[in-house]
């Protein structure tokens, strides 16, 4: 097995040595930096995408803390007017949330 392991380390020597000559280092710089290029733009866009996805996730936090802090007036709105009923208080409003005006 050592002789077909040298002659293919002495083919693949061949091969690189035509290659090398064959290419032109300003292209493969030219390449390089397309590439650099591309990865570059690709990474801009997904931290574009990141900042929307936060802003989008901050614009529903406050909506949600928004709706919260209403249902919360509501339940305790409608905790108050049923411990007023309770009391011998007005009746006929039973089941009705009081309307949050805000």
Partial sequence: MGIARRIAELYQVKVNALLDRAEDPREMLD???????????RMRAAVADVA?????AR??????RRAADRLRVHAEQAVAAGLHRRGGGRRGGAGRFPRHRG
């Fill in 52 to 56: 929307a996805g936060r802003n989008r």
């Fill in 31 to 41: 390449y390089s930096y397309t590439q650099q290029q591309e990865f570059l733009r």
């Fill in 59 to 64: 614009a529903q936090e406050d909506g949600l």
